[in-house]
């Protein structure tokens, strides 16, 4: 176990229904295609599959996919989708949890690297993407950069979503680089809000090349999107793609 928070039955219920937008063929055309590349004709492991957002369709796409997922509440909402012999999913962290086999690529997308709440399973999370890979295989992940630029002198909070359904803000310990994710979310139409949080440890981008190289990977690209649009100071996120050297 590490220090993840784990999601509860109601959450991973109405996950896919809030994930929606991000689950659409159009909104993740350009991750599938990047993913499917990488992978060639190999098998592909998904570090914190969740209910199969990405993984679910990537398999559609031919690629073998095997997952691990920390909650088994959510593995089971993946479960309602495939079943196990189509897509594996382990249930355990993905710091430390092994799987059989080889694989041309494994990734974790969509911030869940920030899961991990110290730089130590961190780490462990790149020494067991590589541990997984084949020689030439390749470890991707997607992750936003923490908007610290929007934070004036003695303000803590960011706002990232306002709108009629929903309220959300980050705010941030500097100090132990966590943040915390707040929600208000409208439930209904008698104007009730539901309230969540979550935490996480934000990382830039030199920290975990730092952690692939402890692993034994190497930069292999470093882009803004999906798409392959260049990485630059004004982005607000980055996909970086570790290679394991033959």
Known sequence: MTSSELWTRATADRYDTEEAATSSAAFLGP???????????????????GTGRV????????????????????AAVLRRKLDE??????????ATTVVPGRFSLVYLVYNTITNLLTQDEQVECFRNAARHLEPGGRFVVELGLPPLRFLPPGQ???PFDVS?????????????????SHHFTRDG????????NSRHRYAWPAELDLMAKIAGLELERRVADWDGAPFTQ?????????????
Do not use: C, N
């Not at 295609?33 to 060639?40: N, Q, S, T, V, Y």
């Not at 139409?189 to 969540?196: E, I, L, P, S, V």
């Open 234 to 246: 004004e982005s607000a996120k980055h996909i970086s793609v570790w290679r394991k050297p033959s």
């Open 189 to 196: 139409d008698d104007g009730r809000y539901r309230r969540d």
């Open 31 to 49: 991750t599938l295609a990047f993913l499917a590349e990488l992978a060639g004709d190999g098998r592909a492991l998904e570090f914190a599959i």
């Open 55 to 74: 993984g679910v369709p990537l398999r559609e796409r031919g690629v073998p996919v095997v997952g691990i997922e920390l909650s088994e509440h959510m």
């Open 164 to 180: 009629e359904q929903h309220l959300g803000f980050d705010t941030f310990d500097l100090v132990e680089q966590i943040l915390v």
């Open 85 to 94: 012999e189509t897509l594996p999913v382990a249930v355990g962290d993905m």
């Open 156 to 158: 803590v909070a960011v």
